[in-house]
């Protein structure tokens, strides 16, 4: 079968495409053919050794690439009863010491990292849910915020921001969306109660403070915004960051920490439900085949995308 994988950490133009055998599902796993597989940020740290660099995983001769997937499972290993052959699924890849990602025609993951695909989505659509979902949802776990409180969201027209807000809202938050000017209609519609533009920049804390008189109870920062987010939280607030290593210093009593994806197919069936409902938006920003994906990633790199580039193998 045909992957993409990294024997030289670099830029966009060190992704290959190169023969593999199959993958065989052991005890617990499933594999899946892979239909789409999102292009995520953590991507590009990977392939850019970035990750090596921060410790996050160690250096490997062939390192694979891709965390999200959607697709059809084709085999099922031993021991496995929750999924059978034929049937669509989402899933995501969380550990990084492997050879093989999802930027695949096929990927084996174990069964607790997978769960049926959303109904009424397309796979292309569909495979945008996992990481950035997980990654929203858990965040909002984390900052145990209850109904009626209030939430700043930065990045809020992100892949995670867009979710987050959706989340939020469902959850009976009140949400502060920071985004640019553009997209203040689409985070509205999202269901956020309050506009900041990122224009805002270091004001960003007495903006969202006009808006609610002592600061927000939370900030789920998407957009590694720090501690100009922090200063929008009230004293004793909570604070959750989804970008590794940008998390503030937690000023005024602020519990502040930082939100790291686990693989978890109970919470990921439970957004594939609201996804098939509508209550949750995938967007995808483009699609390319697999041997596209170093111009996916140099795509990725200019910025300005809403939504989740998609290789479809």
Do not use: K
Request: net charge negative.
């Amino acid at each position: 079968m045909r992957a993409v994988v990294v024997r030289a950490v670099g830029g966009p133009e060190v992704l290959e495409v190169v023969e593999v055998p199959v993958p065989v599902p052991g005890v617990g796993q499933v594999r899946i053919r892979v239909e789409a597989a999102a292009v995520n940020p953590v991507d590009a740290a990977t392939r850019s050794g970035g990750l090596v660099e921060a410790g996050l995983m160690a250096p490997r001769d062939v390192i694979g690439i891709g965390w999200d997937v959607a697709g059809v499972v084709d085999e099922v290993g031993s021991g496995v009863s929750a999924f059978v052959a034929g049937e669509r699924v989402i899933g995501v890849r969380d550990r990084l010491d492997l050879p093989l990602g999802t930027y695949a025609e096929y990927v084996v993951l174990d069964v607790g990292a997978v769960a049926v695909a959303p109904a009424g989505p397309s796979p292309v659509e569909a495979a945008t849910l996992p990481l950035n979902g997980l990654t929203a949802l858990q965040a909002l776990d984390l900052l145990g915020t209850g109904p009626g409180g209030t939430l700043l969201v930065t990045g809020a027209a992100g892949a995670v921001g867009g979710f987050a807000v959706e989340l939020a809202v469902l959850r009976g938050l009140r949400v502060v969306a920071c985004a640019a000017d553009a997209d203040e209609a689409y985070v509205r519609g999202a269901g956020a109660r309050w506009f900041v533009p990122r224009s805002a920049g270091p004001g960003l804390a007495e903006a969202v403070r006009d808006l609610v008189p002592g600061g927000v109870d939370a900030a789920l920062d998407a957009a590694a915004v720090g501690l100009a987010a922090l200063g929008a939280v009230r004293s004793r607030g909570a604070f959750v960051s989804v970008v590794g290593g940008a998390a503030p210093v937690p000023l005024r009593g602020i519990t502040v920490r930082e939100q790291w994806i686990a693989a978890d197919a109970h919470a990921l069936a439970g957004l594939s439900s609201l996804a098939g409902t509508g209550a949750l938006t995938p967007r995808v920003a483009g699609t390319l085949p697999l041997h596209e994906a170093g111009r996916a990633h140099r795509l990725l790199a200019e910025g300005g995308l809403r939504g989740r580039l998609v290789l479809v193998p």
